[in-house]
């Protein structure tokens, strides 16, 4: 009669332990990370509910009309910029990747000359239809996605006096290859949009 106990209970780790396994492995990915499924399976003798998770980003909604105009109107421009901004900055990395590989200054300046071309034939017809505000909102983006600001990546790849003379230009303009991007301060609602496209809810 023992035995047959005990092999009764054998039994039904066994089977418990297999629901438990099965469940882990049906976790989506962020509660695996996040939590010690393990230790919360096994400790808890009912069964688990789990939910899809939500992000909640603390944004606080337009209180005016006005408000809400430009609110909008900042949606429409960053949709619009922000996928260039990721290109661009891929772009960027990948040419500064590349010069280091280069041992020859001559072979660096036909590399860099080759590429300078390549990037104005793409991006001038779209990037010329752009607007100020979309301009602006561009040089805030690249400073965020590469870590350097447009003035820097120019200077870095082209040298400072043709630096100086694209900053020159675009303060005739109104903006400033100099921007830096402040996620905290003034940018905060451009890292909201951010955050909410790279989590496709926007």
Aim: glycine share 4%; proline share 3%.
């Amino acid at each position: 009669m023992k035995k047959i106990i005990i092999i009764v209970a054998i039994l039904g780790f066994t089977i418990q332990t297999e629901n438990v396994s099965a469940q882990i492995f049906r976790l989506p990915k962020y509660y695996r990370q996040n939590l010690n499924v393990d230790s919360i399976v096994k400790n808890t003798p009912d069964g688990l509910i789990y939910f899809p998770e939500v992000i909640v980003y603390p944004h606080q909604s337009p209180k005016t009309r006005r408000e809400r105009k430009q609110y909008e109107k900042l949606v429409r421009n960053f949709l619009k910029v922000y996928p260039y901004a990721l290109e661009l900055s891929k772009t960027y990395r990948n040419i500064d990747d590349t010069l280091a590989m280069f041992v020859s200054e001559k072979k660096r300046e036909l590399y860099l000359k080759n590429r300078e071309r390549q990037i104005m034939d793409h991006y001038k017809p779209i990037l010329s239809r752009f607007t100020l505000a979309q301009g602006v909102l561009l040089v805030k983006l690249m400073d965020r996605e590469s870590g350097s600001t447009a003035f820097e990546i120019v200077d870095e790849l082209k040298g400072s006096v043709t630096a100086f003379f694209w900053q020159s230009f675009a303060l005739m303009f109104g903006n400033s290859l100099k921007a830096s991007y402040d996620s905290n301060g003034d940018d905060k609602e451009i890292e909201y949009l951010v955050k909410r496209y790279r989590d496709k809810t926007l």
